[in-house]
């Protein structure tokens, strides 16, 4: 089994694909634009975003929501000491029934409890909510007045920069006309008056600044700061900064924290614009819409053997195993690079010479009894598996310590699905000779 | 860890009235079982070096390990008792050495108590945490966290009293029980209470 998975079950940076932008990165990171048919890595695709949602109730909304709702969950709290989740739990507590007297009602009442650090609301002091949702109210923040005081000037500051900006443009403007009316020998307050019917208003004055006067006289110290330093009461600087609003330094005075949202992005490719990956619109499918992967369009190599380590200029056999993602058969050339064009070589490598052909990928295959026959008639290939084949090569360290890193070449014909469906007639897909650069990293070498 | 090796100790278990003690758990050495316990099995319970004493109520999951066994330079010679007192819960996994535990307790999934720290009462030790200090915690702990972090909790964790009655009555129905001499109500109290004092 861990023949079949090469790259997964070892280490998944073994085999690193360089990207467009010259980046190396394993397959498994990239994307594939299939317009442009190159790799993408992380890096050469830009990120936009998509939407957001929340991570506990996976409830999703657009980014104007979100802004409004400043990048919160409306329904799900977090714990104010350890940021996890807060889970709602009941507690039933016997309530005197004003019918009868003798007989109480049982209620139930809930409070949010962490279940990590056990924190619950009622250590605050905040009594038990007879519903589960929706009554836990947020406390009030003690300056939203001078905020709102604030934005309120700054939004008019900002309005009357605007106007100033405008009536500099209108005056850039009147000032050529002016030049140009003097020909027809107008009078300038006319021209005042057509521009006064674009809608400009006279400046209005400006408000004034709010201001707070500085206190000339503090009170002095309390004596609780000298005396009373309970380590276990006070709240830690990152609990404070969760709740920028208020920074209580009493753990008494922390209030459950809304859970913030989680971003989802759109990759897009740098060089076409094309999409080259959208998720689904609910946050909790694993589909996509668009997943161009390079899994699923380039060939996967990965390393089979040896699990030893190699040992320094003895030329050693390395089975190296790729494997076909499309449904077409294709076939593949390995080149050696030159250690010119790679600082990080290591040890040559002598892939096999001559044409590999890989067959299609066949899902039902998995369920088939292996055929032994369609050994193939490439002299190089080891095992062969449905669209899978191990190849030897043979590989030679140079270095004496250190890792062991080859570079190839790999050509490979790749079958263009896209181009075929936009062109009209053409019912064969073009295919198309695309080369890779890989880097493997076959461990360190035998001291 | 147990060496199977190491000295052959005699293996004398009481248990006492309404306790349900599998029989696929490893208990091992003097160990008394309070009323009401359930000791699920795969729990291993090992007396090596002086008697365990586990008190009523309290549940000891799967893969539970409590042993008492002592250090090789520390208290040589001398058979120290290991005490647990009641309502404690041990999750899967945790390892419990300490010398004495008091009551409602909560150790949680894969913790480990060393034998030089005194869990006091309503203490719950979050899950894979590792607590060795020769220290004794104050009632009311909840270490969580990977890194360890300490903070007092305001109620102590609720005593699992339902979980106890279900299991008393399903396990029965799927794994055999172990059947020792019972003890008898009054003396298993009067045991606990010295001991703890």
């Known amino acids: 089994m861990a023949a079949c998975l090469p790259g997964l079950l070892r280490n998944i940076d073994l085999v690193k694909f360089r990207c467009s932008c010259g980046k190396l990165s394993p397959i498994y990171r990239q994307y594939f634009c299939r317009y442009c048919l190159s790799l993408r890595c992380w890096y050469c695709v830009s990120h936009e975003v998509d939407s957001y949602f929340c991570g506990n109730c996976l409830e999703s909304m657009p980014s104007t929501e979100a802004k409004m709702k400043r990048n919160r969950c409306g329904n799900c709290l977090c714990c104010p000491i350890c940021l996890h989740n807060l889970s709602v739990r009941a507690s039933s507590h016997s309530v005197p029934n004003p019918a009868d007297p003798n007989k109480p009602l049982s209620k139930k009442l809930y409070y949010l409890s962490c279940g990590q650090c056990r924190w619950t609301t009622r250590d605050i002091g905040m009594p038990d909510k007879p519903a589960a949702s929706g009554l836990w109210a947020d406390p009030e923040n003690l300056h939203m007045s001078r905020i709102e005081v604030l934005i309120e000037f700054y939004q008019s500051l900002a309005s009357i920069e605007k106007l100033e900006k405008q009536r500099k443009k209108v005056s850039a403007r009147r000032r050529t006309l002016t030049m140009y009316d003097r020909q027809t020998g107008r009078r300038r307050s006319s021209l005042v008056s057509s521009f006064s019917s674009l809608g400009l208003s006279t400046s209005q004055p400006p408000m004034e600044a709010p201001i707070i006067s500085p206190l000339s006289e503090l009170p002095p110290l309390s004596e609780e700061f000298y005396s009373s330093t309970e380590l276990s009461d006070s709240s830690t600087l990152p609990q404070r900064h969760a709740v920028p609003e208020s920074q209580p330094p009493s753990r008494r005075s922390l209030n459950p924290i809304h859970r913030q949202l989680v971003l989802r992005r759109n990759a897009r490719c740098r060089g076409c614009d094309h999409n080259l990956c959208k998720p689904d619109y609910i946050p909790g499918s694993i589909k996509f819409k668009i997943e161009l992967l390079a899994l699923h369009h380039v060939p996967e190599v990965g390393l089979v053997a040896p699990r030893n380590p190699l040992a320094f200029s003895v030329e050693s056999r390395v089975i190296i195993s790729i494997s076909n993602p499309s449904d077409q058969p294709t076939s593949l050339w390995l080149q050696p690079l030159s250690n010119r064009e790679l600082d990080d070589v290591t040890a040559t490598i002598i892939p096999p010479d001559g044409e590999l052909h890989l067959a299609a990928k066949d899902d039902m295959a998995e369920f088939e009894e292996p055929s032994s026959g369609d050994a193939g008639t490439d002299d190089a290939v080891v095992y062969r598996r449905s669209n899978k084949i191990h190849v030897a090569t043979s590989v030679t360290p140079h270095k004496p310590a250190g890792d062991v890193v080859v570079a190839l070449r790999m050509a490979y014909d790749y079958h263009n699905t896209v181009m075929a469906l936009q062109s009209k007639g053409e019912t064969a897909a073009k295919v198309s000779r695309l080369s890779q650069t890989l880097i493997l990293n076959l461990g360190s070498v035998q001291l | ?197």
């Open chain 2, 1 to 197: 860890m147990a060496n199977p090796t190491s000295v052959a100790v005699k293996t004398s278990l009481r248990i006492g009235p309404q306790a349900t003690v599998c029989q696929d758990s490893e208990i091992r050495g003097e160990v008394i079982i309070g009323p009401k316990t359930v000791i699920h099995p795969k729990a291993r319970i090992i007396a090596e070096s002086g008697p365990i004493i586990i008190g009523e109520g309290n549940l000891v999951e799967e893969l539970v390990t409590i042993i008492n066994k002592c250090d090789e330079d520390s208290d040589r010679g001398q058979r120290v008792p290991l005490i647990i007192g009641n309502y404690n819960v041990l999750e899967v996994g945790c390892r419990l050495e300490a010398l004495g535990t008091g009551d409602y307790n909560v150790l949680e999934v894969k913790s480990q108590v060393g034998r030089n720290t005194v869990l006091s009462n309503g203490c719950v030790i979050g899950a894979m945490c590792k607590v060795v200090t020769r220290e004794t915690l104050p009632d009311f702990t909840v270490i969580y966290g990977k890194d360890h972090e300490r903070r007092i909790q305001h109620e102590r964790p609720q005593p699992q009293l339902l979980q106890l009655d279900l299991l008393s009555k399903v396990l029965p129905s799927y794994h055999h029980l172990k059947k020792a001499r019972n003890i008898s109500r009054q003396s298993s109290v009067s045991s606990t209470a010295s001991s703890t004092n």
